[in-house]
C-alpha cells in the first residue's frame, strides 16, 4: 500500500485517477486543488459519486485543500509531515516545483490526456481535434520531470475521438475511465518496479488560445472549418464587447453578407459577428446543451462496460 499527496483538479478526469488510485488499495494522504470544492451538489455528485473528487474524498474521509504551489512557503516541511511517499498529479495547471519534485524523485506522476510525447501542454483535447490527429488522443501516465509533459511514460491508453461517433462528453468520460485503469493497475506496478517507465522521444507543445476564438481576423472558410471539427466541444469562443467571459459557439448556421465593421450582436440562441470576409450567425452554447453534456458523461461512466 502507498499513500499519496493528490494534486488535482474538481473535475471528472481527476476523479477518475483518484478512483482508482483508491481502488488498488492505496491511500491518499491529503488531496490539494487548484480551486475551493463546489459549495452546492452537483447532478455528478447525486447520481454518481463515484465518479466525482468531493464524492470520493468523502467517502475516504480524505481532507481536501485549494493550494497555490507558487504561493506556499514551506512547500517541503509541510508535505513532509504529511507522510506520503508518492505524488501524484492529475489535470492541473499548477506547476510542481523542484524543490517538491526532489522529494519523491521517480515516485511523483502525472496524468496526461493525450498519447505522449504528442500534445504536451494545455490544450490535447481541442489540440488533437483541429488537427485531426486521432491516432495522438488518449491518456498517458508518465514520472514528473522538470519539463513539462516530459518525464518518462508509464503506460498508456488510445481513446479515440472517432470511437465515440464524436461526442465530445463521451470522449471527455472515456479519458476518466482511461484514467482510473492507469492508476488502479499501471501505477502499483509501476511503484513495485514492474513497469519500467521509458524516456519520451522528440514530441509535440500545443496550445490553442488563438484558433479557440473566432472573429474579424478569421476567414469564413476557417470558421467553418473549426466549428465542425469542434462539433460539441464547447470550446469554440468568440468575444462580445461588455461580456467579461467569451460566448461559447455551437455551430455555423449562416452568411449574412460581408462584413458590416460592427460589433457582435448577442441573441438568445445565436451570435452575429463579423469574420474576416463576411457577417455570419453562429448558434450558441446554452445551460440546456451544457446539461445534455453532463447526462452524456454520466450515461457513459454508468454504461456497463463489456
Not at 509541510?78 to 489535470?91: N, Q
Request: net charge positive; proline share 7%; hydrophobic share 40%.
Amino acid at each position: 500500500m502507498a499513500v499519496a499527496l493528490f494534486i488535482g483538479g474538481n473535475g471528472l478526469l481527476s476523479a477518475g485517477a483518484l478512483r482508482g488510485w483508491l481502488e488498488g488499495g492505496n491511500e491518499v494522504a491529503a488531496y490539494w486543488t487548484d480551486y475551493p470544492p463546489k459549495p452546492r451538489p452537483s447532478l455528478e455528485s447525486l447520481l454518481a459519486p463515484g465518479w466525482t473528487v468531493g464524492g470520493l474524498l468523502r467517502r475516504h474521509r480524505i481532507g481536501q485543500r485549494a493550494v497555490r504551489m507558487r504561493e506556499l512557503a514551506d512547500a517541503q516541511a509541510e508535505i513532509r509531515r504529511l507522510g506520503a511517499d508518492t505524488l501524484i498529479s492529475a489535470v492541473t495547471m499548477q506547476i510542481i516545483r523542484p524543490e517538491v519534485l526532489v522529494l519523491f524523485g521517480a515516485r511523483a506522476v502525472n496524468f496526461h490526456p493525450a498519447l505522449l510525447p504528442h500534445y504536451r501542454g494545455p490544450s490535447p483535447f481541442l489540440g488533437t481535434i483541429l488537427d485531426e490527429r486521432d491516432d495522438c488522443a488518449g491518456a498517458s501516465l508518465h514520472v514528473l520531470s522538470a519539463g513539462i509533459d516530459e518525464g518518462p511514460v508509464v503506460d498508456q491508453v488510445a481513446v479515440p475521438y472517432g470511437a465515440t461517433g464524436r461526442r465530445y462528453a463521451a470522449w471527455i468520460a472515456r479519458h476518466a475511465r482511461a484514467f482510473r485503469q492507469l492508476a488502479r493497475e499501471s501505477l502499483p506496478r509501476y511503484l513495485d518496479g514492474s513497469i519500467v517507465a521509458s524516456p519520451q522521444a522528440t514530441g509535440s507543445y500545443r496550445r490553442v488560445n488563438e484558433e479557440a476564438i473566432i472573429g474579424p481576423r478569421v476567414s469564413l472558410e476557417e470558421a467553418r472549418r473549426r466549428l465542425r471539427l469542434a462539433g460539441d466541444t464547447r470550446h469554440i469562443l468568440t468575444n462580445v464587447p461588455g461580456r467579461r467571459r467569451p460566448v461559447s459557439l455551437k455551430r455555423f448556421e449562416a452568411e449574412l453578407g460581408p462584413p458590416t465593421g460592427g460589433p457582435p450582436r448577442l441573441g438568445l440562441l445565436e451570435v452575429e459577428l463579423d469574420l474576416a470576409d463576411a457577417r455570419v450567425r453562429i448558434s450558441r452554447t446554452t445551460g440546456i446543451d451544457r446539461q445534455a453534456d453532463r447526462v452524456a458523461s454520466l450515461r457513459e461512466l454508468l454504461r456497463p462496460q463489456l
